[in-house]
Every structure is written in structure tokens, then in C-alpha cells.
């Protein structure tokens, strides 16, 4: 079986950004190769720099953020995965307020992630890494066909560090309008990138 765990988002530690502007709680990390953490943005400033880091957000609570930089600019909206480079110097502009992001970081060319809302019954293939957040709703879980089976509360969150089968995970009730959407739990996959150009 799959190993994974479901803990309480309560029981991460808080530590401050790199840069000492914020504060973050980490869910799970591979090491130098990837990290998923909750990240509190609660005033405009600049972004920490990852050389040679993917990152991908999606804003879980608050109207979002607009990061610019010399060349670039990325609208971080709610329920939408926006995909940045890490190695840029960003600065973080808050849109009506503080927000909560979730967070993932992949080194470049080596892994690739996504993230998306459990809107409707989605699987997961063998060989990811995986979470699950379930910040204000929770979802239902399986791990293949037959084997172990469970709900995951709000508050909560699940992470596998690497799926030996395939899981599947679905809302504990549709959504219903924009509004519930932002309330869905939300996966996030990793997973080693192509060999293949």
C-alpha cells in the first residue's frame, strides 16, 4: 500500500520566509528537489529568490497578489495555478488584503507540478508525490481498488511522498457557484519531468 499520512494543518511548525517578509508553514519536501508549503502574504514587499526554481501558487483564502518584476508580471487569483520563475527578483503586490497561498517549488528540468481543486472525482497514477489541502472543505480518498479508504477533514491535509498504486480523491459534495469553489480541498502532484525533449 501507498504509504501516506493525514495530519492537521495545526501541527506544522510556522517559520519566516527566506527573506524574513512573511511566514510559511511546510507541508512536505524532497530535499533540494522540491518543497509544498502554506505561505501567509499579509503586506506588499518582495518574494524570496530561488535560482533555478519553478514555483507555482495558488491562492487559497483573499483576493490574490500581482507580482512584477523588470520584465514580467503574474496575476495570483484564486483557484487559478499561476506558474513563475523562482530566480527572479518579485515584488508582491496584495489585492484587497492579506492572502493564504499554497505553494510549490520543483528544481527546473528535473520535476514538474500541478495544482487543482477537487471540483469532481480525480485519480492520481503511481509514482507521484501528492497532497491533498483541505483548508475549508474536505474530500474523500481511496487507494485503488479494494484497499484502504477515508475522508479527509477540513483542517487537514495528506501527503505521499511517493504513490506505489493510484489514488483517487473526490469532493465530499459538488460545488455550487464561484463562491464554493474557492472553498474545495486542493491536490497537488510532482512528479520527475520528461528524459524527452
Not at 165 to 174: G, H, L
Amino acid at each position: 500500500m501507498s504509504a501516506f499520512e493525514v495530519r492537521s494543518l495545526d501541527s506544522l511548525p510556522v517559520e519566516r520566509w527566506r527573506n524574513g517578509g512573511g511566514l510559511t508553514r511546510t507541508i512536505a519536501s524532497g530535499g533540494s528537489h522540491w518543497r509544498i508549503s502554506l505561505a501567509e502574504v499579509e503586506r506588499d514587499g518582495p518574494y524570496s529568490r530561488f535560482e533555478g526554481i519553478d514555483r507555482l501558487s495558488f491562492v487559497l483564502r483573499g483576493a490574490g497578489v500581482m507580482l512584477r518584476e523588470t520584465n514580467s508580471a503574474v496575476t495570483l487569483e484564486p483557484c487559478v495555478a499561476g506558474e513563475y520563475d523562482g530566480g527572479l527578483d518579485w515584488q508582491a503586490t496584495l489585492i484587497d488584503g492579506p492572502v493564504t497561498a499554497l505553494n510549490v517549488m520543483t528544481a527546473r528540468s528535473r520535476y514538474r507540478a500541478s495544482i487543482r481543486a477537487i471540483a469532481e472525482p480525480v485519480s492520481v497514477l503511481p509514482g507521484c508525490a501528492v497532497a491533498v489541502v483541505a483548508l475549508h472543505a474536505g474530500c474523500a480518498w481511496r487507494a485503488g481498488e479494494g484497499h484502504a479508504a477515508g475522508n479527509l477533514e477540513a483542517g487537514q491535509f495528506l501527503i505521499a511522498e511517493r504513490l506505489d498504486r493510484a489514488m483517487q480523491f473526490s469532493p465530499v459534495a459538488p460545488a455550487i457557484g464561484e463562491s464554493m469553489r474557492t472553498r474545495l480541498p486542493v491536490l497537488v502532484t510532482i512528479e520527475p519531468a520528461s528524459t524527452h525533449e
